[in-house]
């Protein structure tokens, strides 16, 4: 309605030039940018498939799963060996391993990763932020079969001369490379939940005479609290989903992981082995990868939940 | 009466002192936060250098055009490499198009609604999901179900699957960045929607659309974990199909249904081998692979730097 | 256009009586009852006035006042952003629409009203481009036609001599005068119906005030001009009829020689004397 009226309102103009949109331009630009509209929202919840095509196929074949083993069974068996004769299920073995290497990775990355964020933000000059921020973009830009290699071939070697009694295959050093792959993470999520503080904040605590370490650690941390400990959580959760690093050094044997000295496998690496090995689709064994797929996707799901709930959290304060 | 003022003053407080230890707790903490930060850059330097001692030596023009072998002496990634080129530009293809189109839905069309909260809370959550998770979707749904198979347009699907998020929030990052002047200006000048976007929010945001696929990009090259999922093999001793040929339309896409293997990959299966010299061939693939990520990231801080130039 | 196409407008349009008061020339707008509201804030509360066609008409009062928030009324600005709501009606001669009804496309709106901004913000394009940006988005691409109309547009803005060498240059290279005389033919150059102009001179310098306030004096004969301005002076000086507002309401609407030498209301005489504002 509005369209025609006006634009014929218009055509009392019309005689004085042809400066006015016709009827028939309106009517097709309106066209065009509901198609685009229709397109855009089309590729915008492609992301929401993208999703549920995860859930799906995880779930289906787990049910499949679940209907060979039971789920007791798969929660409480100490011993994770499918494709042996007697087979066992116990996937508290294969989270122990990932638990075990994210548990020394956020023990290098945590304390490092705070002290670094907490330098960048309060203590270092604008022109050495603006150097060191593109060097941990370039640390968190090397692939990860690299530090993989890295952690094999050169940490290991290195690390038994102090530790003699260090396997080949170990969690500990994967473990620290991990730390040094999520540092950069941790850092940049921590220092954006530091930089939020206002300065008015720290001019107040200046002012009564704290120190710059004082301040960081008595107001900015507290008041970038939830996104730092967002901070942290979204470090584990790229630890738990770590690969490439823990297929190459950390062993394949799945057992309870206790002694960090000797390797074990996590469930990454499990869903590796098997997908290098020549499984029949639909057997036993395949669907165990899903079954694992499905533990480590709940688990880094729960992660990014509270952090995502966490850091909309400390979004509204300011 | 006492006067707590003046009891203050009474304490004398050595003010010289205090400021001594407040400046010395500083330094202290800075000179920490410059060690650790001398650690990191050390490691990193020390991961490439032995890289670079390990593999440089190994990188020939035999090496770039040699298929893998069993002997280690002649093996060569030139599968490797022309697999990683044709699944990269598969990926491109797929995700820069979606990625810019959601993340402009996403920045100026989608209404506050739960609608769109959900989408939200997807990409968020999509860009935390471990990269074997996206592997094993692939194999379940791509190569399974829909039939596939395990060829290059599944591993490019994949792996564009995986950097969508990544481009949506830079598409996304871009186009907020632009100020509210120009918006208000061309709507001012009565133009529509997809006009304004089209004509001059696109245009402007594209060297930080463009940042975000090039680091998109480079994630993608490093991909290992979803690539071993879906089953690429590493003892390809073949090349896809060329994309080109004499025949009319000139142009086929057969190389895409076809088996391959990507750098990575490679890299990977030569680690497992016992043999040393397979080792060293590894490293050598590290040195290309390191080289490119570094290159593009490196290149994607440039353009950010000259963003901010700009503005 | 000429004056004698002008002229034969007006014969077009109606002249429409008020209810309380003989209006004094055709009438391009008249804004009743209009109230708006950010989410639950009231900003304007029923303003009542006439914008008199070919004619100046300033909108002064202290900052807070609502009068950004009026003129972006008429150009339906307000709907790019959420949650903002009109009360009342904005009719627009002649089509005798109410712009500011849920029904009419705000997009159309803006093709009928062109705006100038308090900041300019010419597009990252060369000077031409900003000026054809008005007509290619409404499908206009002859080339003779859209290139006579940027010659037109930047003349009447007193810019085309400046510029008339380097039109394909970085509308960027111009000075800040320059740049909002260039946002005054990009506004232009459509032939709009109204021309809203929003405190265009507070970010120049005085002397490329002066010349922006000759323009918008030479420009009245062409099209109409409803401008904010925080400077009374300013408003003494180009314009025909004043309205004054306070804390989201129309005070008092005159011409503008009666408003400032004699104004009906205590607060108006306050804020011309400068006792608040």
Same mark, same amino acid.
């Given at each position: ?23 028939? @331009? ?12 229709? +397109? ?9 498939? +993208? ?9 289906? &074949?787990?049910?499949?799963? @679940? ?9 409480? &068996? ?6 042996? &004769? ?45 150097? +060191? ?42 473990? +620290? ?130 952090? @995502? ?10 | ?311 | ?24 020339? *055709?009438?391009?707008?008249?804004? $009743?009852?209009?109230? #708006? ?56 001669? *002649? ?10 496309? *705000?997009?159309?709106? =803006? ?12 597009? *990252?394009?060369? $000077? ?9 988005? =409404? ?40 740049? %909002? ?43 109409? $001009? ?6 009374? %002076? ?18 008092? #609407? ?20 400068? =006792?608040?504002?």
């Amino acid at each position: 309605m509005a369209i025609v009226e006006l634009a014929d309102a218009s055509g009392k103009r019309a005689k004085y030039g042809e400066l006015v949109a016709s009827v028939a @331009f309106l009517k097709r630009r309106a066209l065009v940018g509901r198609v685009m509209a229709a +397109i855009l929202f089309i590729a915008a919840s492609l992301s929401v498939l +993208i999703t549920a095509g995860i859930v799906y196929i995880l779930l289906y &074949d787990t049910v499949l799963f @679940f209907q060979q083993v039971s789920i007791i069974d798969f929660l409480t &068996d100490t011993q994770w060996t499918p494709v042996f &004769d007697n087979p066992h299920f116990g996937i508290m073995t294969l989270v122990s391993g990932t638990l075990m290497t994210t548990f020394i990775g956020l023990l290098v990355a945590v304390p490092a990763g705070t002290v670094l964020a907490i330098y960048l933000s309060e203590f270092a000059r604008p022109r050495a932020r603006e150097t +060191i921020k593109p060097i941990l973009e370039l640390l968190a830009g090397v692939p990860t079969v690299t530090f993989g290699y890295f952690a094999l071939f050169f940490l290991t070697p290195i690390f038994q001369i102090f530790i003699p009694e260090l396997s080949g295959f170990n969690l500990l050093v994967p473990g +620290i490379v991990i730390g040094f792959m999520i540092l950069p993470y941790i850092v940049s999520v921590a220092e954006d939940a530091m930089r939020a503080v206002p300065d008015s904040l720290r001019e107040g605590a200046f002012a009564l005479g704290f120190t710059r370490l004082q301040t960081a650690l008595g107001v900015v941390i507290p008041g970038a609290f939830s996104g730092v400990t967002a901070a942290y959580i979204l470090g584990m959760s790229r630890a738990v989903g770590e690969t490439m690093v823990v297929a190459i050094a950390a062993g394949q044997q799945a057992k309870i992981a206790l002694n960090p000295l000797d390797g074990a496998a996590t469930i990454t690496a499990y869903i590796v082995q098997i997908s290098l090995g020549d499984v029949p689709h639909n057997s036993l064994a395949y669907l165990t990868i899903f079954a694992a797929g499905l533990t480590l996707f709940l688990m880094t799901l729960m992660f990014n939940l509270v952090a @995502f709930w966490l850091r909309r959290k400390y979004r509204e304060v300011y | 009466m006492t006067n707590s003022a003046d009891a203050i003053k009474a304490e004398k407080i050595d003010e010289q002192s205090l400021v001594k230890k407040a400046n010395r707790q500083d330094l202290r903490f800075a000179i920490i936060g410059f060690i650790v930060l001398l650690v990191t850059m050390f490691i990193l330097l020390a991961l490439i250098a032995d890289f670079m001692r390990v593999g440089i030596p190994r990188i020939s023009v035999d090496f770039l055009t040699n298929y893998p072998s069993r002997k280690p002496e002649q093996a060569g990634i030139l599968s490797a490499w022309v697999g990683t080129s044709l699944v990269m530009f598969t990926t491109a293809a797929v995700a820069v198009p979606i990625g810019v189109a959601a993340g402009i839905y996403l920045e100026e069309y989608s209404p506050k609604n739960w609608m769109t909260d959900i989408i939200e809370i997807n990409v968020t959550n999509l860009a935390g999901v471990p990269s074997i998770i996206y592997g094993l979707l692939a194999l379940g749904l791509f190569v399974y179900t829909l039939r596939l198979g395990q060829t290059v347009l599944v591993a490019g699907l994949t792996l564009a699957l995986l950097i969508l998020p990544i481009i949506i929030v830079a598409t996304r990052e871009a186009l907020r960045s632009i100020p509210i002047e120009m918006r208000e200006a061309a709507y001012g000048i009565g133009a529509d929607k997809w006009q304004v976007v089209s004509m001059y929010l696109l245009p402007t945001a594209r060297p930080g659309i463009l940042t975000g696929a090039i680091v998109g990009m480079s994630r993608a090259i490093g991909e290992t974990a979803p690539i071993i999922t879906i089953g690429a093999l590493a003892f390809i001793a073949f090349l896809p199909p060329s994309p080109v040929q004499e025949t009319f339309p000139f142009l086929n896409f057969e190389w895409l249904h076809s088996p391959f293997t990507v750098m990575p990959i490679q890299m990977f299966n030569w680690i497992s081998r016992p043999q040393a010299g397979f080792h060293v061939a590894a490293a050598a693939t590290g040195v290309i692979l390191l080289m490119m990520t570094l290159l593009m990231n490196g290149l994607a801080i440039y353009i950010r730097y000259r963003i901010r130039r700009r503005t | 256009m000429n004056v004698a196409q002008r002229a034969a407008i007006v014969e077009v349009m109606p002249q429409v009586p008020t209810a309380n008061a003989e209006t004094e020339g *055709p009438v391009r707008a008249r804004v $009743i009852d209009l109230s #708006f509201y950010y989410s639950d804030k009231q900003a304007l509360h029923g303003v009542n006035f006439l914008v008199y066609d070919r004619q100046v008409t300033a909108i002064i009062g202290p900052s807070g006042c609502g009068k950004s928030t009026l003129l972006r009324a008429f150009n339906r600005m307000h709907d790019l952003y959420p949650d903002n709501r009109y009360e009342g009606q904005v009719i627009l001669y *002649p089509e005798e629409i109410n712009i500011v009804s849920p029904q009419v496309d *705000p997009m159309l709106v =803006r093709l009928k009203i062109g705006m100038v901004f308090q900041k300019p913000n010419p597009f *990252p394009k060369s $000077i031409y481009d900003n000026v054809a940006a008005g007509l290619w988005v =409404r499908g206009i691409r002859k080339k003779t036609l859209v290139d006579e109309r940027v010659e037109q547009a930047l003349t009447q803005a007193a810019l085309w001599g400046e510029v008339k060498d380097r039109l394909k240059t970085s509308a960027y290279g111009l000075s800040g005068g320059q740049q %909002q005389r260039l946002c005054i033919a990009r506004a232009l150059a459509p032939d709009p119906e109204m021309l809203l102009l929003d405190e265009p001179t507070s970010a120049l310098d005085p002397i490329a005030t002066a010349r922006i306030e000759e323009l918008v004096t030479e420009l009245a004969s062409v099209v109409t $001009i409803v401008i904010v301005t925080h400077n009374m %002076q300013q408003a003494a000086r180009i314009s025909n009829y004043t309205a004054f507002m306070h804390l989201g309401q129309m005070v008092e #609407f005159h011409k503008t020689a009666i408003m400032f030498t004699n104004p009906s209301d205590r607060r108006t005489q306050d804020y011309i004397t400068g =006792r608040f504002g």
